[in-house]
């Protein structure tokens, strides 16, 4: 199976709380990272987490690790038409020299 | 602060041709790594590139794909003898250590005729 899993599509209404869900095997993983990828362009940084910490909260993101599950997930508070976009979970581990591992991304639509 | 830079945004090329990309890291960045997206699929790491030195090339095929990092000059993708299965979207990235977060470029489109 893949290393790093998402669920392919998520749909919320606009000014409702959205939370993408990611797992991922590798217990060496140091950083965990989301990427936001709008139509056509490239990945933007949204935000990432070491491995030693729990949580991690900026603005309207909300980033929560549970390392002994392996389950990482991003929360987007007050979602907007403009979040609608693929996000994607990405891990470094130990030793890969800073190979990022992929999830296959979860398309997340906003409806109005 | 200019982003990362790739050239071209798209690309076409009829199968046997070479295709070169070019990417240019951000300011201050000496660490570029290259991945590429197949279509309705995450990124695929190939290569992690310094100046004038691969570091970790286990994520490029075998055959007919090189990457180089010159001193001078942006980094460059190149695939000859193009066939189909090469259409994806080729993304750079770039950071300035090892401990930094990549930012990625907006991507070369290329397709194979």
């Known amino acids: 199976g893949e290393d790093v899993e998402q669920s392919l599509f998520l749909s919320v209404r606009e000014g409702d709380s959205s939370v993408i869900n990611c797992t991922y095997t590798?217990?060496?993983?140091?950083?965990l990272y989301w990427y936001k990828q709008e139509p056509g362009a490239g990945l933007q940084l949204l935000t990432y987490?070491?491995?030693?910490?729990d949580m991690k909260q900026d603005q309207r993101l909300t980033v929560l690790l549970n390392k002994k599950d392996k389950h990482l997930s991003l929360r987007i508070a007050d979602t907007q038409t403009g979040d609608s976009a693929i996000y994607f979970c990405?891990?470094?581990?130990?030793?890969?020299?800073?190979?990022?591992?992929f999830g296959s991304g979860t398309q997340l639509t906003v409806l109005p | 602060n200019a982003g990362v830079m790739q050239n071209p945004r798209h690309l076409v090329r009829r199968r046997g041709q070479e295709a070169r990309l070019r990417c240019s890291p951000m300011k201050g960045h000496s660490h570029v790594y290259w991945y590429r997206q197949l279509p309705e699929e995450g990124l695929k790491f190939m290569v992690y590139l310094q100046k004038e030195n691969i570091i970790d090339e286990s994520g490029m095929p075998k055959e007919r794909f090189s990457a180089e990092f010159p001193k001078e000059g942006p980094s460059i993708l190149r695939i000859q003898q193009v066939v189909r299965g090469d259409s994806a979207a080729y993304f750079c990235?770039?950071?300035?250590?090892?401990?930094?977060?990549?930012?990625f470029g907006n991507g070369t489109r290329l397709t194979v005729t």
């Open positions: 987490i070491f491995s030693n910490m």
């Open positions: 990235a770039s950071s300035p250590d090892l401990n930094s977060p990549l930012h």
């Open positions: 990405a891990e470094t581990r130990s030793g890969s020299a800073r190979q990022l591992t």
């Open positions: 590798d217990s060496s993983s140091t950083y």
